[in-house]
């Protein structure tokens, strides 16, 4: 079955406690992104990946890190948690170019920093 | 640069009432997608339509239509006799054709809630 995976789907951590959340898909896509939802505000995106080894910023990217070292993975790190963090995150991943346009995306993961 | 507007924040209806829920798009680019996604009380995101800008043929498909019309910059969302199933928040989101980011601007989302 097609599709994006994210784990932990829930996590509940104290500030400063370096965390990453994994993404994996299964689908041989190029294009990887990651997106926070808060309320009031929808998903706005916090880093996307073109490739292995080619990430760039999406809008919210300050406390994040990335990295793409396989094409199915692509990692999001919190290297020092603040409550500010706390959010739902997705994944997203897409085939670059050709005729379909849609982003598939993970279960999302619920983050929350105390 | 992009904006997706969902003015409705929240609408509550009654069964099989029908409901629209409205999204305007601003964008410089002459090539766009649009799409809608749909999230249930379980957080995933549904995707629910893709549409392209040069393609403003409107869509049905079940108790689902989408009227996209560039004149106005909208692609408003149709459910026809809604269901309890249907309450969920709905999400407008745009994607410019070029450049190497495929970035999704989203709306703020429409939180709809069908009542028995």
């Known amino acids: 079955e097609a599709q994006v995976t994210q784990n932990p789907r829930y996590l509940i951590t104290v500030t400063g406690k370096k965390l990453t959340v994994t993404c994996s898909q299964n689908?041989?896509?190029?294009?990887m992104s990651w997106y926070r939802q808060d309320p009031g505000l929808g998903l706005r995106q916090i880093y996307y990946?073109?490739?292995?080894?080619?990430?760039d910023k999406g809008d919210v990217p300050e406390g994040y890190k990335v990295s793409r070292k396989e094409k199915r993975n692509f990692p999001l790190i919190l290297e020092s948690p603040s409550p500010n963090q706390t959010s739902l995150y997705f994944c997203?991943?897409?085939?670059?170019?050709?005729?379909?346009?849609?982003?598939?995306f993970g279960p999302g993961t619920r983050l929350t920093v105390t | 640069a992009q904006k997706v507007t969902q003015a409705q924040t929240e609408i509550s209806v009654v069964e099989k009432e029908d409901v629209t829920l409205d999204c305007v798009y601003e964008?410089?680019?002459?090539?766009?997608?649009l799409f809608w996604y749909k999230q249930p009380p379980s957080g995933e995101l549904v995707f629910l339509i893709r549409?392209?800008?040069?393609?403003?043929q409107n869509e049905i498909s079940g108790r689902y239509s989408w009227n996209f019309q560039k004149s106005t910059s909208s692609f408003n969302f149709t459910i026809t006799a809604s269901q309890v199933v249907d309450s969920a928040v709905y999400f407008c989101?745009?994607?410019?054709?070029?450049?190497?980011?495929?970035?999704?601007?989203f709306g703020k989302g429409t939180l709809l809630t069908v009542n028995p």
């Open positions: 997203a991943s897409s085939p670059l170019g050709g005729r379909t346009y849609e982003q598939y």
């Open positions: 689908m041989n896509h190029e294009y």
């Open positions: 990946s073109m490739n292995v080894e080619v990430t």
């Open positions: 964008t410089r680019d002459t090539t766009y997608y």
């Open positions: 549409r392209n800008s040069f393609d403003e």
């Open positions: 989101a745009l994607r410019n054709s070029g450049g190497s980011n495929y970035k999704l601007t």
